[in-house]
């Protein structure tokens, strides 16, 4: 079974950090870029960050950019979020997703056919 | 940036009708790299469309995708009980990638 389980969430204070996993299984990991995808209550969907297969490009949405950064470890079929300088906004349920191979050779993948389950992250003091 | 807007907020309709979804993009969606989501309350979105047309694994053949450019359009030919929920468009042509800001689909 194509499964993701996303781990690491919590309750953690401004300004503080946080690393979030996702452990991929059923599909061949390496041969996919992956992403992660943030969704505020009550709020609609937002990207946070993208890694091709190989690491070799990275993506991130200007409201992360400089404090999250993400990794993947093949060997372990996992993919990792650090989040740093946390902040009240970043409050949400955190998704990891599969992309789709983008044929038209955009290293980022294409659109996202698996999803986790997601992992709650709560910022505040 | 690409800003998706989406529109209807939301859409009120009966079983059996038809749903016409609207996502247009601020910029040109470059190789029509534009995907549909569907999200029920408390899971994770499904993918039903990617590369504006192209209908996922799985997916029933009354969901569609069209358009081209900075307009897409999402259409349910026969709402099923099962289809009522929220649905994304997302751009994946340029970066940053970017997810509208939803449509609810209800039961009028």
């Known amino acids: 079974e194509v499964q993701l389980v996303e781990s690491g969430g919590g309750l953690v204070q401004p300004g503080r950090s946080l690393r979030l996993s996702c452990a991929a299984s059923g599909f061949t990991f390496d041969d996919y870029a992956m992403h992660w995808v943030r969704q505020a209550p009550g709020k609609g969907l937002e990207w946070v960050s993208g890694i091709s297969w190989n690491s070799g490009s990275i993506g991130y949405a200007d409201s992360v950019k400089g404090r999250f950064t993400i990794s993947r470890d093949n060997a372990k079929n996992s993919l990792y979020l650090q989040m740093n300088s946390l902040r009240a906004e970043d409050t949400a349920l955190y998704y990891c997703a599969k992309a789709i191979h983008d044929y038209g050779g955009n290293p980022l993948g294409g659109a996202f056919d698996i999803w986790g389950q997601g992992t709650m992250v709560t910022v505040s003091s | 940036e690409i800003v998706l807007t989406q529109s209807p907020g939301t859409l009120s309709l009966s079983p059996g009708e038809r749903a016409t979804l609207s996502c247009r993009a601020s910029?040109?969606?470059?190789?029509?790299?534009l995907a549909w989501y569907q999200q029920k309350p408390g899971q994770a979105p499904r993918l039903l469309i990617y590369?504006?047309?192209?209908?996922a694994t799985g997916i029933p053949d009354r969901f569609s995708g069209s358009g081209s450019g900075t307009d897409f359009t999402l259409t349910i030919s026969r709402l099923e009980p099962e289809d009522f929920a929220v649905y994304y468009c997302?751009?994946?042509?340029?970066?940053?990638w970017g997810f509208g800001q939803g449509t609810k689909v209800e039961i009028k």
């Open positions: 910029q040109s969606v470059s190789s029509s790299y």
């Open positions: 590369g504006a047309s192209s209908r």
């Open positions: 997302q751009q994946y042509g340029s970066s940053p």
